[in-house]
């Protein structure tokens, strides 16, 4: 049997332009995932537009875009990307997608090469689920609509505890999942349903991000670490603490690796700009109460020392994309090892649980570091980690003590 033939829908985008006057900043694009809305990256925009003019777009029959009555493919939805990019300007441009979102950044890539500076694949990857499963979803949404998805949608995007931590951001999400217009919204699933990239992925020349949500069960890390493995020059980066939205549930992380990603595309930064960028990364590798009692100790004399490594050390090195922060952290790690920086250590012990590694791994780097940088050193870092360890579990103890 036949397939109908395919359309390019039409997408609505909104834009919002650099905070700094430039001339040519650069353009970042925004994909949402099905059933949300270009809301989903309002905790993100922030931060990009320091330096970016940042387009958001909502999909066929979501938000602002006009319904869809018509099928589709993924393929199609990357040509109105590209589309709408032209009608706001044209020209090459940066994108990161979430789910649906990332699979057309995938099609961006494989068909228009030459527009991409960079991509940013985030819970997605070169095929989603099945095609039964899809079909299925499909049918059941032009039986019972959007409404009927509003629980197992919650359970799929949200990481344990979250709608209990922000139940504000959560409501409003799954509220516009039930206000998307159901037969755009079966399209989108049916467009998935045929949707199959695996084989294409490694011709990506693009700059690639991959991005993983820690207990995201739709799209699980390991799709994540096997598809930035099967595109040459890519690399995977882990949120903790999200599930299939990280850009609602953790926004400070993902607007600290997408500035890492896009920022490579900035051109002669200013110190307030590197500034600013790494002061993002910072508070979201170290925490907003280190930073803030930091920034509160600030006197005359440390004030210029503090601009100093919040531009340099957080807005030059952590911002760049060669490494993802976990293996930042390793080697962190292993350099305040071999310095004999206790104190430092403890700070960055703190960082790099924050950055996905495991008290394990911690160890690991340590015990390692003792082979070339000698027994003492380990012993006295160890000391440090097992101190840190124990605060951490003493405050854990005191939020949520046992009956």
Known sequence: MSLPLSTVPTLIGTVTPVRRPAPAAPLVVLGSSLGTTTSLWDGVVGPLAENHRVLRFDLPGHGASPAASQPFTVADLADAV?????????????????????????ELAVRHPDRLLTLGVICSGPKIGTADGWLERAAQIRGSGTPSVVVSSAQRW????????????????????????????????????????????????T???????????????????????????????????????????????????????????VASRTAAEAYDDGMVVRRAVLG?????????????????????????????????PGLDRRTRSFLTIAALVTGGHEGELAMHVRAALTNGLTRAEISEAILHTAIYA??????????????????????????????
Do not use: K
């Open 288 to 320: 907003d109460t280190h930073v803030d009692r930091a920034t509160a100790a600030i006197t005359p004399e440390t004030a210029d020392f503090q601009d100093f490594i919040t531009r340099y050390a957080w807005g030059e090195i952590w911002t760049r």
């Open 158 to 205: 949200f990481a344990p505890g979250f709608l209990d931590r922000d139940p504000a951001a959560g409501s409003a999400a799954l509220n516009e999942l039930s206000a998307v217009d159901d037969e755009s919204y079966a399209l989108c699933c049916e467009a998935l349903a045929g949707y199959d990239v695996t084989d294409a992925v490694g011709g990506i020349r």
């Open 82 to 106: 590209i589309t709408l990019v032209d009608s706001v300007g044209g020209g090459s441009f940066h994108y990161a997608g979430i789910s649906l979102g990332g699979a057309v950044g995938l």
């Open 207 to 265: 700059a690639t991000l991959c991005v993983s949500g820690e207990f995201d069960v739709a799209t699980p890390t390991e799709m994540l670490v096997t598809l930035a493995a099967s595109i040459p020059g890519a690399r995977h980066e882990l949120v903790p603490g999200a599930a299939h939205l990280p850009a609602l549930e953790r926004p400070a992380e993902v607007a600290a690796v997408l500035v890492g990603l896009f920022g490579s595309g």
């Open 374 to 403: 000698g027994v003492p050193a380990a012993n006295a870092a160890f000391a440090a980690a097992r101190d840190t360890f124990a605060i951490l579990d003493a405050d854990a103890a005191t939020t949520n003590p046992t009956s």
